[in-house]
């Protein structure tokens, strides 16, 4: 089992790269995708985020608005530790739990995480390498804007709230840069997967306190 990181901020076409490298057979653990399953109607992480916010964080569907709990936290620091505080726990776990199921395959694991550098993601997920997919401040802003509706002082918000690209950059063991178009990012692909399966394999996941020691 190869297991490799991929961090980019907001806005950074990450999920781009990530779907490409599932495309060539990659098994990709992706936060967002269960932090959303974590947060699904009646799912501990649901109720206990309800209990914070209150009831008018749920849609009509029965499921949480993500909008309305946005709105929350990005603009009160103390909303958004808790929230942290509910879902990180769970999240990591889970995380920790699909990679295990991957360990004695010859499958390449990819840990999509948007805070690897804020939360000693490489560490703890067993990474042995860093992708980090770079992309101008005034890029991720335009992209924001055009493809998710958020407003221009909204998305600057988010990304002021994510590690800098200077930070990330200095995690990274390899660099994609989607500052361009999709024909760009596309010519990287073929040689980023064909690196990713030089490495070598990975160690066996730390233990919580292992990771605790290290913080």
Known sequence: MIVVGLTG????????VSAALAERGAIVVDADAIAKELQRAGQPVFVRMVERYGAHI?????????????GIVFNDADALKDLNEIVHPALNAEMRRRIREQEG?????????????ENNGRKRFGVGSVIVVDTPVETAVERLVAYRGLGEADARARISRQASREDRLKIADRVVDNGGDRAHLEAQLGDL?????????????????????AS
């Open 9 to 16: 901020g907001i806005g950074s076409g990450k999920s781009t």
């Open 58 to 70: 749920v849609g009509p569907d029965g499921e949480l608005d993500r909008a309305k709990v946005a």
């Open 105 to 117: 395959t010859d499958h390449v694991v990819i840990v999509d995480v948007a805070l690897m550098a």
């Open 193 to 213: 997967w064909s690196w990713i399966r030089s490495l070598p394999p990975a160690d066996p996941l730390p233990s919580e306190a292992d990771i605790a020691g």
